[in-house]
């Protein structure tokens, strides 16, 4: 064998699995720096939300929107461009993305207001919706051993998680030294080392590998609509402005997106998601957990903004500091996972990991007011629990799909995440504009304004961590199911992945 056939990128390119994760570590990095990118704009800009406010005029609802704009791209998206991907070619759909990432981020310099950043946060969900997919499908797709799977979504799940912990903290300490815009700058450079790594590390795909039925735009398009009706319903339906008519039809139009998207995929000849890969059991409580998951962790990194900053006065600095916990746990608890999961098994390591981060929220929700050591002990059981719950979520539903789905499969993972996210911003960001009169970057507190905002945030936390504890539910009861699945089964012809179940040492 000479030696070029026995690097990474011909592996890649015959087909052969690397033994090893160092032998892909290019790659690896590449793939790594997209999941950055996408965790740092969920949470950078959380710390830097009053600076925002008071330099922009911001109203409450424009502010909701800057956090949340992204998210409603991000989730909206990302069906139709998983799809594209599974038949484009997920290296070619992920290099576009990037390229608008850097432009859109380059952009953030010529921002004078708010709809202006709130533009820029669309486009960076759109670069988000094109790159993310794919990239946890190419890391599944690099490796046939179910172990080095399982860790190399962990390297590349951990950059993500500690962009989404740090982001509050970086941004805090920027924020003290340097205006806002440099934060949305920074991904430019990790737009940059993408790029690199996937352009140099991962091989063109063998157009064997693609699906060859065209993408059902329509059914994708519905998809769309349906995603972002979820998401902007809240804010149409509560804030005073736009509570009249215009919000029940918001409403009526996101029912009906919503009928006409189901009709769709059990009509079309090639859905852009087949019901029928849903109902499989590690398909659907993967996304349940992963769904609980982005709400809570959503839901919780916005709240937790809220109540240091308005509700407590901190300067972004201080506030920053007061999130380190989080950064503490999630960048220790990275050799944990894998044993963890061989010890507890796939299906447990799920639920055991998707309550921890519930009952986080459950707490700041019921007693942040109370003190400091509350969202303390909030931040570090989300922390935990998320650490874990990326990982075995995603593992299960990529497993539980045909290798030619691979790339739907993962923008669905997402897309739970996103949407619940999304959800969780949307529903906590109304609720503060509904029991607090005015503007919250402008307008003075008074103590009954203050006891009114302290009375949002347990609201919000408390109902927001309701509705995660159902998703965990479901999830156990999906999980249970296909744990208690006859062994002897026959396969599923449509699969070309071998399922993991969800007690390793019975396989």
């Given at each position: 064998m000479s030696p070029s056939s026995s690097s990474p990128r011909s592996r890649l390119r015959t087909g052969g699995a690397p033994p090893r994760l160092s032998d892909s570590w290019i790659a690896l990095a590449g793939l790594s720096a997209v999941f950055l990118f996408e965790m740092l704009d969920t949470s950078v800009l959380n710390v830097a939300l009053p600076t925002i406010g008071r330099e922009l005029g911001s109203t409450t609802t424009g502010l909701q929107w800057v956090s949340g704009a992204y998210a409603v791209a991000f989730g909206g998206l990302m069906l139709l461009f998983g799809a594209v991907a599974d038949r484009l070619g997920r290296r070619r759909v992920m290099l576009a993305g990037l390229a608008l990432l850097a432009v859109a981020s380059l952009a953030t310099m010529a921002i004078t207001t708010t709809e202006q950043l709130i533009i820029v946060r669309v486009l960076t969900g759109v670069a988000a919706a094109m790159t993310t997919p794919g990239s946890m499908a190419l890391a599944f797709r690099l490796f046939d051993d179910e172990g080095l799977r399982v860790r190399a979504l962990t390297v590349i799940s951990t950059a993500g998680l500690v962009g989404l912990a740090v982001g509050p903290t970086v941004g805090g300490f920027v924020l003290a030294v340097a205006p806002w815009q440099v934060l949305l700058l920074a991904d430019v450079p990790i737009a940059v080392l993408a790029f690199v790594g996937i352009r140099c590390g991962v091989a063109r795909e063998d157009t064997a590998g693609l699906r060859p039925d065209p993408v059902d735009v329509g059914g994708a398009l519905l998809g769309t609509a349906t995603v972002t009706g979820l998401l902007v319903t809240p804010t149409v339906l509560i804030t005073p402005a736009t509570a009249s008519s215009w919000g029940w039809v918001v409403v009526a139009l996101t029912v009906a997106f919503g009928v006409a998207f189901v009709a769709r995929l059990r009509t079309a000849r090639y859905p852009v998601v087949d019901l029928h890969l849903l109902a499989r059991p590690l398909v659907s409580s993967g996304l349940a957990f992963k769904a609980a998951s982005g709400l809570a962790v959503a839901g919780l990194s916005y709240l937790v903004t809220l109540q240091l900053q308005f509700a407590w006065g901190w300067p972004p600095a201080l506030a920053a500091v007061g999130t380190l916990p989080q950064v503490v746990v999630l960048l220790a608890g990275g050799r944990l996972v894998g044993p963890f999961v061989a010890r507890v098994g796939l299906g447990r390591a799920a639920w055991i990991s998707a309550a921890s981060v519930?009952?986080?929220?459950?707490?700041?929700?019921?007693?942040?007011?109370?003190?400091?050591?509350?969202?303390?002990?909030?931040?570090?059981?989300?922390?935990?629990?998320?650490?874990?719950?990326?990982?075995?979520?995603?593992?299960?539903?990529?497993?539980?799909?045909?290798?030619?789905?691979?790339?739907?499969?993962?923008?669905?993972?997402?897309?739970?995440?996103?949407?619940?996210?999304?959800?969780?911003?949307?529903?906590?960001?109304?609720?503060v504009a509904a029991f607090v009169t005015g503007s919250i970057t402008t307008t003075a507190w008074t103590a009954p304004r203050l006891a009114a905002f302290e009375d949002a945030l347990t609201v919000a936390g408390l109902g927001l961590a309701a509705v995660a504890t159902v998703l965990v539910v479901v999830g156990m009861l999906r999980a249970r199911t296909a744990d208690l699945a006859p062994r002897t089964a026959a396969p599923d012809p449509s699969t070309t992945l071998t399922p993991i179940t969800p007690e390793p040492s019975r396989a």
């Open positions: 519930v009952s986080g929220l459950t707490v700041f929700g019921a007693l942040s007011r109370h003190g400091y050591v509350w969202v303390l002990v909030a931040l570090v059981l989300v922390a935990a629990g998320m650490r874990v719950v990326g990982v075995v979520a995603g593992a299960s539903v990529l497993t539980g799909l045909p290798a030619d789905r691979t790339s739907v499969g993962a923008a669905l993972v997402d897309t739970s995440s996103e949407l619940a996210g999304g959800a969780a911003v949307a529903v906590a960001g109304t609720l």
